[in-house]
């Protein structure tokens, strides 16, 4: 049997990746290698001059396949506007939740625009869980702001067409789904008006889009027949064609990138063959044939374009994949033309489009890779810088310029065809400079919204690299520069080469192991604190800050790391107040009279790039009244949850169940087997241990099933008796409980539970609760959100055998690892239920 064993901390780490907020495609780490193929498609690109947002609520909503079809068939800049990151879901791949799952999936809406040719945005929306309706919604999202946040991102992106996912009505499904429609709406009127949000045009224009669609299907009608009726008022778009250039449909391209919201378990399967999409018109100029009438999508936009066209054609015509870099010189042409055209929205986009092209062209490789992912302010990095042309265009490199650094250094080198120049340098991250803490987390928001500061920085899916190094070039005697981040990279023995983002952090972190220690009685726990080094030669000491009425001890503990990287491991011992009381804990790191109180907060998963934040160095403290019955539990991981850790805090001693454990029967051991969330929907082996765990509970085992969606049940069976599964739920924390069976052990047994055990919720009472069961199954309790019927299907209990069947929703995923008292005591009940 495996032992839980969890890691102090997980440690998050946030990418940084150069990118243009409105015109430049997203770039990964890696320097682009784009085929020949590629680079005829993007010289294409070159000569189409229009633009389309899609706009809906979170990471997934978003038509992957028609963002593919805009952005690589008709070539216009394409963009995804979530209005969330995402952060109220659940997570499939891994236990974070909340603001780290909410970087996880912004990471993963970045894959899946470099996989689509998208462009990612966002506003400071916070997904706080499950909305039925705008009306809540707007009640927690401050509407305004959220407004002039979408307005910001038009009047920068400049949309000819925007597009919805959702209806503005409850056909959406979600609140969060409905405000995105009803916002996209004011939105587009907003954005063109110099009295809203008028603080904006400091720095943009007010622009107008010429029309606003919603993309619709046979779902939103109810029936087909009813769809039926509509389909010929609807726009028509054959998203299902075939790119040569790429080599796939663009139903194969949609399904690689909605595949990378492995979060949610979204992967897909490829399609081939036509695939229409429906619009339905909403705002602005009706259109009869096509998504784009009336709008100039050509060099005729822009006055003077003309010419500048003629020489891409020219660009286009003569291409040869065999020689791509033949185009150079014909671009440079292109580019002197395109600069002498007035400023303007189209003129900045084209001539940072172009110069990437040519640079693609050319083979032209330039990078900067740290010896470290990390430094400190003050600190000495050490660099090496790689540039080669592949090609016989003449370059030279006239200065390589380390811009966050006051730096340059100057070489007029000629870059000779694949003639590799590489070298070292070093140079010192100025004092003053901030840590890589993602923008939207640098303070903290409000239950609704993140708060944020810089004005430049909103839409941005992530911050701008903390170092970029400049290279000033002549190719073919035409100056260009190139900025690229600094970045830090390694052979891994399994994947090959794995880059990651090059980030600034403190001289010290200090880590406490828990993000929660509860105290159910008035023995004191230990808490371990890892003190680990941002740099060599540091020492001080580490305090423990706890209220008053909280004791501590020792007062202080010294730390002496020698080396970056060096860890200390300090422990504190921790006495807890009379009664209940709920407190936060707070390590703080002092070095010569500086206080540092940051964590660090790491997650790798290999389909995004490796991530860091650095979390406040707290954890919370809660003294419980408590009684348990039993000790050991034994534990069915499902999509990730930190159950087991926050059982463990109340003095279980929780087993992982491993595939012997289940085949060989051995269970009657534990005094309850947990199922974690969504057990039923991921572990594809419980189909074949169902009759294990019913067995387990027939000889008087305690079986705790916890939440899992009403869709792909890996067995129908999950219950020993007829259970059916819905989407009913209860999203307002405080909702009202009642007790439907108040002298019922779960209530009373060893712990009396009251109304006040279900006050301090978190995010939402319960989710997909069952709406039909058998009369064997007693119901305990009931809720319900405001104005709706009372739910009773979230804990449900049944005698099977000499043993019991429980099954519930309420979201205990949420609220033992949040610390909530009432959560515990309500949880130990179901355990010791039977004893």
Do not use: C
Not at 391 to 400: H, I, M, N
Not at 686 to 710: E, P, S
């Amino acid at each position: 049997m495996k032992k839980l064993s969890y890691p102090l901390t997980y440690i998050l780490l946030l990418t940084f990746i150069f990118s243009s907020f409105s015109y430049t495609y997203i770039l990964a780490q890696a320097p682009a290698k784009p085929s020949a193929a590629k680079i005829l498609q993007d010289l294409k690109k070159l000569n189409v001059l229009g633009s389309v947002l899609y706009v809906a609520a979170h990471p997934d909503d978003e038509n992957t396949r028609l963002i593919a079809y805009m952005a690589n068939e008709e070539l216009y800049n394409t963009g995804y506007l979530a209005l969330t990151r995402g952060d109220g879901g659940q997570n499939l791949i891994g236990p974070q939740i909340r603001e780290d799952l909410g970087i996880i999936r912004t990471q993963e809406l970045l894959q899946a625009r470099r996989t689509d040719g998208g462009h990612q945005f966002f506003t400071r929306a916070n997904d706080f869980g499950f909305s039925k309706s705008p009306e809540e919604t707007f009640t927690i999202w401050d509407k305004e702001q959220v407004l002039a946040d979408m307005v910001w991102v038009i009047r920068k992106f400049r949309p000819d067409v925007m597009i919805t996912r959702f209806p503005p009505d409850a056909r959406a499904g979600h609140g969060h789904h409905t405000s995105s429609a009803i916002l996209a709406e004011e939105a587009f009127d907003a954005a063109a008006d110099p009295n809203r949000f008028p603080e904006q045009l400091k720095e943009v224009e007010v622009w107008q889009p010429k029309r606003l669609l919603w993309n619709t299907g046979v779902w939103s009608f109810g029936s087909q027949a009813e769809f039926d009726k509509h389909v010929q008022n609807l726009m028509k778009i054959d998203v299902g064609k075939y790119n040569p250039l790429l080599g796939k449909s663009y139903g194969e391209i949609a399904a690689e990138s909605r595949s990378m919201h492995k979060s949610q378990g979204f992967g897909s399967m490829g399609t081939r063959g036509g695939a229409i999409e429906y619009l339905q018109h909403t705002k602005g100029d009706k259109s009869t044939r096509g998504l784009f009438e009336g709008i100039t999508t050509s060099w005729a936009r822009v006055k003077g374009g003309e010419k500048v066209e003629k020489i891409i054609n020219k660009a286009i015509s003569s291409y040869n994949p065999a020689e791509p870099a033949a185009v150079v010189l014909t671009l440079i042409a292109a580019k002197k033309e395109l600069e002498k055209l007035p400023d303007g929205y189209w003129k900045r986009v084209k001539l940072e489009e172009l110069q990437d092209v040519m640079q693609e062209a050319m083979g032209l490789y330039l990078e900067v890779v740290a010896s470290d992912y990390a430094a400190t302010p003050g600190e000495q990095i050490e660099l090496q810088v790689e540039a080669i042309n592949r090609s016989d265009v003449p370059v030279v490199l006239q200065k390589v310029n380390y811009s966050f650094a006051g730096k340059d250094s100057t070489l007029n080198k000629q870059l000779q065809n694949n003639e590799r120049l590489f070298y070292d340098a070093s140079t010192t991250i100025p004092v003053g400079t901030a840590i890589s803490q993602p923008y939207w987390l640098r303070k903290e928001g409000t239950l609704g919204m993140f708060a944020i500061e810089n004005q430049q920085e909103v839409g941005k899916p992530e911050n701008e690299p903390v170092a970029q190094v400049t290279f000033s070039l002549l190719i073919a005697g035409q100056p260009i520069q190139v900025r690229v981040p600094v970045v830090y990279k390694r052979t891994d023995p399994v994947e090959g080469e794995v880059y990651r983002p090059f980030v600034i952090t403190p001289p010290v972190f200090v880590n406490v192991a828990e993000k929660v220690y509860m105290f159910a009685s008035q023995e004191p726990k230990q808490v371990q604190v890892l003190v680990k080094s941002g740099k060599d030669n540091i020492n001080g000491n580490v305090t423990l800050q706890l209220p008053q009425g909280w004791r501590v001890e020792p007062a202080l503990v010294p730390f002496n790391l020698k080396l970056k990287g060096a860890e200390q491991s300090v422990s504190f011992t921790v006495y807890p107040p009379q009664g209940q009381q709920e407190a936060e804990l707070e390590a703080v790191a002092t070095i010569g009279g500086e206080t540092f109180a940051k964590s660090l907060n790491t997650i790798n998963y290999s389909h995004i790039p490796a991530q860091t934040t650095f979390p406040e160095a707290t954890a919370r403290a809660v003294k419980l009244n408590l009684e348990i019955k039993g000790d050991k539990v034994g534990y069915i991981m499902g999509a990730g949850d930190e159950v087991p850790v926050s059982l463990q805090q109340i003095g279980y001693q929780v087993t992982l169940l491993k595939d012997e454990d289940l085949s060989q029967g051995n269970l009657q051991q534990y005094d309850a087997v947990i199922l974690g969330v969504r057990a039923y929907n991921t572990v594809d082996r419980l189909r074949f241990y169902q009759d294990k765990l019913l067995d387990y509970v027939k000889n008087g085992g305690n079986l705790i099933v916890q939440y899992n969606t009403n869709h792909s049940l890996v067995t129908k069976n999950i219950a020993p008796y007829p259970l059916q599964l819905s989407r009913d739920r209860v999203t307002v924390e405080g909702a009202e409980v009642r007790f439907l069976k108040p002298n019922h052990p779960v209530l009373n047994s060893p712990n009396k539970i009251t109304e006040q055990d279900f006050e301090g919720w978190v995010q939402e009472r319960g989710l997909y609760f069952p709406n039909e069961w058998s009369k064997e199954f007693e119901t305990i309790i009931s809720s319900h959100d405001p104005g709706e019927e009372p739910l009773e299907g979230g804990l449900l209990v049944a005698k099977y055998g000499k043993g019991y069947y429980i099954y519930t929703g309420y979201s205990w995923f949420r609220e033992l690892p949040a610390g909530v008292p009432g959560a515990y005591r309500i949880f130990a009940n179901l355990i010791s239920l039977g004893k």
